[in-house]
């Protein structure tokens, strides 16, 4: 028991002079003396000799589902020849900190979950809201990191972007997968001022950017990132076709007599159009609205049926999906043209917003089928399944609204380069609050 009770202090048997333990209600308690020590005088360097002792209570809770409080009864030691007093080094914790390094080193720990708010990091280590914050913004701190190899930029939105803009603007390091920086605007303006404040030689060696196709980011791209190819999101391309798909579909529901053969296909089923890898062989159900058995592809065919302008446009979307996936970067640029020319050449109108797409992002959707790293091709996957976790972190918290502090958090959760390092120095990251003119009447 005393080795368990030793552990739980972190101290070995040779420094302790008495230990006890007892338990009050859900709290243990462990008075401590340590043993006595040669002590030269801090200030001077003198000869000191024992002054008394001092019970400094230390917040310790290390047993789950218990409290916890070291008693710990320090030596105060006297200079014989400067007269100043001091105490022993507290193996505990900092000089005026009420928790153990222990405790703060935990809390620290949860920080780096996401799944964990301020409050129940606060709940599980039976302190307050306010200490853990105080600890993130203390002992967190964010060098400006390097730009990397293939640079990935995203945004979030929210309201802890600056005036500017209405979204934060996360950067992601495409090759160690993870962010690197989270900006509060993604306006053209505090983008180039954010990167211009890199060196040229830095910004040189950046060789890949991946976005999506929001054009500032594409002209920030080409302003500082010479060496650069800027690689379009895959998935926001074929999301365009397939919007416009869906345009088609629904303009041509909208024209169909409510209850129709065709109303109903278009509403119930449109499903058997829209996606990709359904079983249209399965057994076949009945089907009220028709009276009688049909499976997935006798309803497809129905579908198909109803407009050769919804065939021709399903025929459309059909085809850049084919070579979205299977294209290389060998044989893309040929691909690319003949597919060109077939959106060139439609009549279907919903479509031409998706041809302008394509002409005026060609180089970049060409540059997105490169493979650079870990045969990946190039696009902004990392980056939007990193903004998911940061919706939901946003979400778990009630709407954060400290953008300092949400910084911190979510790069020392998801960035393995940011660490802590716990001190007695205590800072705080808090937004003063504006002050309110009193109206006058």
């Known amino acids: 028991m005393n080795d368990f009770n030793t552990a739980l202090l972190n101290l070995s048997d040779d420094e302790i002079e008495s230990l006890n333990t007892f338990r009050i209600d859900d709290t243990f308690h462990y008075r401590v003396t340590l043993k006595k020590k040669p002590h030269s005088c801090l200030y001077c360097g003198g000869k000191t000799i024992g002054h008394g002792r001092k019970e400094i209570k230390i917040h310790h809770p290390n047993l789950i589902g218990f409290n916890g409080v070291i008693h710990y009864l320090a030596r105060r030691y006297l200079c014989c020849e400067c007269g100043k007093t001091f105490f022993e080094e507290n193996p505990f914790t900092f000089e005026g900190f009420r928790n153990s390094y222990a405790v703060i080193n935990r809390i620290m720990i949860n920080l780096s979950d996401l799944d964990l708010s301020f409050s129940r990091i606060a709940d599980l280590n039976l302190v307050s809201t306010t200490t853990v914050i105080n600890y993130l913004d203390s002992y967190v701190s964010l060098p400006k990191p390097a730009l990397p190899v293939s640079l990935g930029i995203d945004e979030l939105h929210s309201y802890m972007s600056a005036s500017d803009s209405a979204y934060l603007c996360i950067l992601i390091d495409n090759v160690e997968r993870h962010p690197i920086d989270i900006l509060r605007s993604r306006s053209k303006h505090n983008l180039n001022n954010h990167f211009e404040s890199y060196s040229k030689s830095e910004r040189d060696k950046v060789l890949f950017v991946t976005i999506d196709m929001w054009k500032p980011y ?224």
């Open 218 to 441: 594409k002209d920030v791209a080409l302003r500082n990132f010479k060496n650069a190819k800027i690689a379009v999101d895959p998935f926001h391309v074929v999301k365009n076709v397939c919007d416009a798909f869906s345009k088609v579909r629904v303009n041509i529901m909208n024209q169909s007599p409510y209850g129709s053969d065709a109303y109903y296909l278009l509403k119930k089923w449109h499903w058997l159009i829209e996606k990709s890898n359904i079983d249209l062989d399965n057994e076949p159900k009945y089907n009220s609205h028709f009276k009688r058995k049909l499976n997935h592809r006798q309803l497809q065919n129905m579908i198909f049926d109803i407009s050769e302008r919804l065939f021709d446009a399903y025929d459309l979307k059909c085809r850049y999906q084919l070579f979205n996936e299977h294209a290389t970067a060998e044989n893309c640029e040929v691909l690319f043209y003949r597919l060109l020319i077939k959106f060139q050449s439609t009549y279907i109108s919903e479509f031409r917003s998706v041809t302008e797409t394509l002409i005026n992002w060609k180089q970049e959707i060409l540059n997105s089928f490169l493979r650079p790293f870990d045969d990946r091709k190039l696009s902004n996957s990392l980056a939007e399944n990193i903004n998911s976790r940061l919706r939901t972190y946003i979400s778990l918290t009630n709407g954060i609204s400290n953008f300092i502090r949400f910084k911190k958090r979510v790069l020392l959760t998801l960035n393995p380069r940011i660490y802590y390092s716990i001190s007695r120095h205590i800072s705080s990251d808090k937004i003063p609050k504006k002050p309110h003119s009193r109206n006058s009447f």
